[in-house]
């Protein structure tokens, strides 16, 4: 069989049409692209051995087969020509126009990134699961590129010729690359509805993988062609005259079989190659659907129908939109016919793709060769679907890749932008991911959506291949209800951070807003207006003035040392060089505030802020610079910076007894981390309560769905304050519980 000589018969239409509008018509483009891309690639060659120019041309003769301008067949020879271009984009954008440069430079990375993942996969182990990870890497290549139906068509073209080169020169196949081709390749094209294409790269594909299968298949075919030939031009002609006598205006034409077809069909009904109906089939074409109908009542009176042979995709189409009714008859002496009948429009979609109907109701006057503007967003959508149930087909049918580390695509979806670009979302998106994956602030902005034009509510799951357009205001933010997860708005995590961040960034300007006016009444009050609050936070040691300001808001930084800088303090009485002289006589321990100082008689004392000590905790004293005794946790880390850098100022100190023996309160900070959740404040506030545990302060903040919370409360003994922890512990969602 030469596959060269199976070209189409009529002018195609639909996707070729699509396609090639997408590309403008220059003058002379075809031969200023040869000119141009000749001295760059007449002697480089292939990583298969053929000379680039020669594959060029070819790939040129395959999309002018299948009917693209002369636009489209200028672009193979660019594409060849970028490699050897220091930016590609710039120099044929200027010498053809931007829409040459976007598909040739699409079109080249395509065909790197595929050299790349081949390379890897021919370095590593070659085993049979690297192969169907190669195949399922090209697979998601072509689906991200494939938006663009002029990378696609040309990808399909050069891979034909790739493997007729291959054919020709009788070199060895590369490892893998007649599988890919076989099971991506021309899976892509059946999907399209490209058949010649499909049909010849699955034979070239299959005579690769399994020589002596094919061989076989092709001696049986070629034994009986010449019987099978006249057999069939006898049946034309009779079914021709017939019909038309019949009032049926009908094309009758002979249907080649392909040999991996065949093959299919014996291994997947277990037939011996005799049992194969089809070796002999007739296409019979009419003007209208009745005239379909009436074809086929004739057939069936005057042919005997085997049973179970019938199928009538008219009434019931395939998934891709094929439309014919197919029908195996017996003659007079028992052999086997495959009878295909369909409308000429039909016959169009068939051979040239999921797009061509369109054109038949669009074209007008114009006849098939065009493609209307106003059916040229529809027929986008309708490829694009194509493709997108091509991708889940082959992902959710192939057990072997969800074996592999690859990601399931049952948990990735593709829907699309009014203006037709996909975009790839997690699985149960809805039309917020969806915003937020196109842009962080359309995401912001969207209060509502519309699904294939149908208004439906924000937390809709999207399903693949649904239109989505997003109703935004033109300002505001999002709400906090985006956040649960119990209302289902967002199933993206990366959706979720850019929610979380905005919420974040609200509450920094408000605590920089609380903290500037905390500074600028100082500034008013030390009458210092006129200092400028950059300086101010620079001799502070911040970055800028909203680092200060922010930290000042967040109570986490005393305006004293504001007050400090503003007004150094007028030199007083040395109370702290008092202090160590008489904590070094010893005295007998005395009692001040609950705390027992070792050697001083009615000390200014006071618990550090830092560690919140209480009893039965291990304390120690630092003489402070004019306030008396600061009492820390002798662990606490503060102090033990403080230690290590004037020990001569640490005394002893120990709990007292109060006066009256009353019971002393004193607070402290309990930290909890937890999953954040509806209700969780509350829950743990109940467990304090329920122990009769005062609480005075409360501070909360989530990251990526963890809550960090910091209770105040306020014990006597800190050993209760244990108990009350373990039971917090048990709150569903806490992962930690701890005193600060």
Known sequence: MNFAELKPQHAPTGLIALASAQMPDAPQALERALAFAEPLISTQTLDTGENVLVHAQAVANILKDMGCTESMQAASYLVYACEHLNKPQEVIAKAFGESYAVVAVETTQLVRLQRQARNKQHLEKNSAQNQRIQTENIRRMLMAFSKDLRVVLLRLASRLQTLRFFAATKKI??????DESLQVFAALANRLGIWQIKWE?????????????????????????????????????????????????????????????????????????????????LRVIVSSVNDCYGALSWVHANFQALQGEFDDYIAKPKANGYQSLHTVVSDHSGRPIEIQIRTREMHGHAEYGVAAHWAYKEAGTKGCSGVSANSAYDQKIAVLRQLLAWERELSTGSESVQA???????????????????????????????????????????????????????????????????????????????????????????????????????????????????????????????????????????????????????????????????????????????????????????????????????????????????PPDLIRGFVTRGKGVSIHRSNCSNFLEMFQRNAGRVIGVAWGVTKNNETQIYPVDVEIQAFDRQGLLRDISEVFAKEKMNLIGVKTRSIKDMAHMTFSVEVSLVSRLQKVLEIIQDVSGVRTARRR
């Not at 196949?173 to 007649?178: E, F, Q, R, S």
């Not at 076989?216 to 006249?230: G, P």
């Not at 079914?239 to 094309?251: P, W």
């Open 404 to 614: 592999t580390s690859l990601q399931n695509v049952d948990d990735r979806i593709y829907a699309l932008t009014p203006q037709a670009e996909i975009v790839e979302l997690p699985s149960g998106s809805t039309a917020i991911d969806f915003a937020y994956t196109v842009h962080t602030t359309l995401g912001h902005r969207c209060r509502g959506t519309k699904l294939d034009g149908q208004m439906v509510p924000l937390n809709t799951p999207l399903k693949n291949g649904q239109t989505v357009e997003i109703i935004a205001i033109k300002e505001g933010g999002p709400s906090r209800d985006w956040l649960n997860p119990d209302l289902g708005f967002l199933v993206s995590h990366r959706a979720r951070a850019k929610v979380r961040a905005w919420f974040n960034a609200q509450e920094t300007k408000e605590t920089i807003a609380k903290g500037r006016e905390q500074v600028e009444k100082i500034l008013q009050r030390e009458g210092k207006t006129a200092i400028k609050l950059e300086e101010i936070a620079s001799q502070l040691g911040f970055d800028s003035a909203d680092d200060l300001f922010e930290v000042v808001g967040k109570d986490e930084f005393s305006l004293r040392n504001i007050e400090i800088l503003l007004k150094p303090p007028q030199p007083v009485k040395e109370i702290d060089d008092i202090l160590l002289e008489k904590a070094s006589r010893h005295r007998p321990a005395s009692s001040n505030g609950g705390v027992l100082v070792v050697g001083v008689d009615s000390l200014l004392t006071q618990l550090a802020k830092c560690c919140k000590p209480a």
């Open 173 to 178: 196949v590369p490892v893998g690359l007649a």
């Open 201 to 281: 790269i699955e034979d070239l594909s299959f005579r690769f993988l399994d020589p002596d299968t094919y061989r076989k298949i092709a001696q049986q075919l070629e034994e009986k062609r010449t019987e099978r030939e006249a057999y069939i031009f006898q049946l034309q002609q009779q079914f021709e005259v017939v019909l038309k006598e019949q009032g049926i205006t009908a094309t009758v034409e002979g249907r080649p079989k392909h040999i991996y077809s065949i093959v299919k069909k014996m291994r997947g009904k277990s037939l011996n190659f005799d049992q194969v109906f089809d070796i002999r089939a």
